[in-house]
């Protein structure tokens, strides 16, 4: 999916939605609890049941990965199933020097079939590089993130502004919002306004709404552009709703009143 | 293996030698090249050559992941083959938001059981905190980097001295050298210097030995401290040394030689 069709889907639904399968076996449904297999049992369950509601899914490696290799079968199994109508993004948080990061890449873009896969930017720019020579998927670049030890160094002081502000102004300038992403929390509502002055036209995914208290309305004020621009995640809240064998029914529910929230509020 | 039996071990050898297994498919001998379970013949043969000439050994996930799940398979295996009387390193730079974060501590501490892995400190120290809460294992923290683009981010002026000087810093105010190392690229000579007068005990992983051009002479001059306190990894120069059958041979030739100008050195 490409970002002129992510930005006819978002309009046409009102809908800026991504639900984060960040799914773990000790908070799955209890009768589904015993078999690490019983993850893409849920997860099936919970896409199919969220599908209407939400224009995107994230998933985040590190609970697959913390299964071993069964874990990371079920990985692309969970990209395999998301249909095509939906971006897909690998919450993966990579990056290297070129070499290796060209390895990540072909692990998320080409095996895993993902629209997008978020990176960090510490390395510099040319640990990017190779995510963004893949001209037709997204490139998600941490800004500010929604934890508090962002202050410990995203938030510092730099010759041009605050480190967030130099990554994301010398990522936007060299990469359109074609092709970059940025990650701003929700629970930043007043950089994102200043984000949002920053870099008019680039997309930003919002993790934060939800279970780490930011807020759906002040988002969508602060974060919006001409486009939408935004994604919006929300991930236990959703995929835990229900903690029985109608959890996907809840979750449905959970998405639908999301998406309607969003849907007075774009 | 903890920080105690790591000097012991690396005073005794006189050798602080790090063999990357950043193994790709596309490099192994052509007798090789045709299955993706050949590279764990490949791996175990390179390990086996080289196990008298190093002290530690670095698998870059990023060549595994690309395979998809077999490739996280031989990841696994190859963790497993190398013996406890080495130290095992996880090159995964990885990092998240807390929950997200033990998730990734437990993949590559519990599953594959390895002593260490290296990680990204752009989200803060919060997002590291579930690595360092394995007490007897090392996270390896990003410092400066090999890399050009590390002038992008790392290298910017801060209120206190360079990032990377405060990722350090602060880091190492919290982590004793214990469980904290940090990533030292040994293209940046001066700069390890100053590095080594801010933490004069914490270890330093260094790559860029070899392939990206560092010189192991002035890296053990501006980098050693009273422990040596280096691990000095090289990846491609070893492990490509040959391309034929004979490989390992050459693999162990080489190494021999680095160990040899180490001993020397150290």
Redesign the interface.
């Known amino acids: 999916m490409n970002h002129s069709e992510l930005v006819s889907k978002i309009n046409t639904q009102k809908n800026c939605l991504c639900v984060g399968l ?1 799914t ?1 076996i000790e908070k799955l449904p209890l009768h589904l609890r015993s078999e690490i297999e019983n993850i893409i049992v849920f997860n099936k369950q919970i896409i199919d049941a969220t599908l209407p509601h939400c224009v995107a899914y994230k998933i ?1 490696t ?2 697959y ?6 874990g ?2 079920i ?2 199994e969970t990209f395999k199933y998301i249909p095509n109508t939906h971006l897909k993004i690998a ?1 993966a ?9 060209q ?2 890449a ?2 998320f873009f ?2 895993m079939q993902a629209d997008a896969v978020t990176v ?8 990017l590089e190779p995510f963004f020579a893949y001209k037709n998927k997204f490139t998600i670049v ?1 800004g500010l ?10 938030n ?4 041009n502004g605050k ?1 967030y502000e ?2 994301i102004q ?1 990522t936007a300038a060299k990469y359109g919002a074609e092709q970059a992403m940025f990650v701003v929390g929700a629970t930043k509502a007043i950089q994102m306004k200043e984000i949002r002055q920053l870099i008019p036209n680039h997309f930003l995914l919002v993790p934060g709404v939800g279970a ?1 208290g930011g807020s759906l309305a002040e988002t969508i004020a602060n974060g919006r552009n001409a486009d939408t621009g935004l994604l919006i995640n929300a991930s236990r809240s959703i995929i835990y709703a229900g903690s029985g064998e109608d959890f996907a029914i809840k979750a449905a529910e959970e998405a639908e009143n999301v998406a309607a929230e969003m849907k007075l509020l774009l």
Chains 1, 2 share one sequence.
């Open positions: 960040d773990d985040n590190a609970f990965e913390s299964l071993g290799w069964r990371w079968q990985l692309e919450d948080k990579r990056a290297d020097i070129g070499n290796t990061s390895q990540y072909k692990a080409d095996v960090s930017p510490y390395m510099g720019l040319d640990c941490l993130t929604s934890n508090e030890g962002s202050n410990d160094f995203e510092l002081n730099t010759d480190l130099e990554v010398k780490q």
